[in-house]
């Protein structure tokens, strides 16, 4: 059974901060990671898509990273803004399911 | 173009009560999920609809329940409504199968 695990639970940083966000899961057999950002009370807004041939993604500000064989992703935010506070999650694809972990919550300070 | 549409998006029910929410994906994709998030928890995944098929179903009790069109929407079905069912019900769809996830606004579900 796949489970999903972020780390930290939530964080906290001054703006312009660069900051990692971890998830590691337990089963390495997967078709990809998605990681998603979601305000409070509303839907969730996907960031990046990492299929399991990839090594990394970039968006913008935002860098994923997977390393399949360990069953780790990091999500790599540089110059973090205030705009950035808002739950992060990744989810991790294989056979028929997807399977979220819990969230960090991220607050960056002004 | 437009993304994933949930309708209603509140919706107040007593104990007791069936709710039915719907969902329409993205032009094109022929996956949909629902999701529920309770109040401080997770995403816990309920149903997952393929052309049409039920592929999967997450671990809830028969009285949640759902279809999947034949252009593609979806509806959840919940009877029997209990307290604990108050939740944010999130929809997402996804062109094939290993795609790219995208979600609806959800449905914020109140049963008193």
């Known amino acids: 059974k796949q489970e999903v695990t972020q780390i930290p639970a939530a964080l906290s940083v001054p703006e312009g901060e660069n900051l990692v966000l971890n998830c590691s899961f337990t089963d390495s057999a997967i078709y990809n990671l998605q990681w998603f950002r979601q305000d409070p009370g509303k839907g969730l807004t996907s960031l990046l898509l990492?299929?399991?041939?990839?090594r990394e993604q970039t968006s913008g500000r935002l860098n994923a990273s997977l390393d399949k064989s360990s069953g780790r992703s990091t999500l790599y935010i540089a110059a973090s803004q205030p705009g950035d506070s808002a739950t992060y999650l990744c989810a991790v694809r294989g056979g028929n399911k997807l399977v979220f972990g819990a969230g960090t919550i991220l607050r960056v300070k002004s | 173009e437009a993304g994933v549409t949930q309708s209603p998006t509140h919706l107040i029910k007593t104990r007791g009560q069936q709710a039915t929410l719907r969902c329409s994906p993205i032009?094109?994709?022929?996956?949909v999920y629902w999701y529920q998030q309770a109040l401080g928890l997770g995403l816990q995944f309920l149903l997952w609809y393929d052309e049409g098929e039920e592929r999967n179903r997450g671990n809830f009790p028969p009285r949640f329940s759902g279809r999947q069109f034949p252009n593609y929407s979806s509806e959840l079905n919940v009877n029997a409504l209990e307290l604990e069912d108050s939740a944010l019900y999130l929809c997402?769809?996804?062109?094939?199968?290993?795609?790219?996830?995208?979600f609806g606004s959800g449905t914020q579900l109140s049963v008193l």
């Open positions: 997402a769809s996804s062109l094939y199968r290993e795609g790219k996830l995208f």
């Open positions: 990492i299929q399991s041939s990839q």
């Open positions: 032009s094109g994709h022929t996956s």
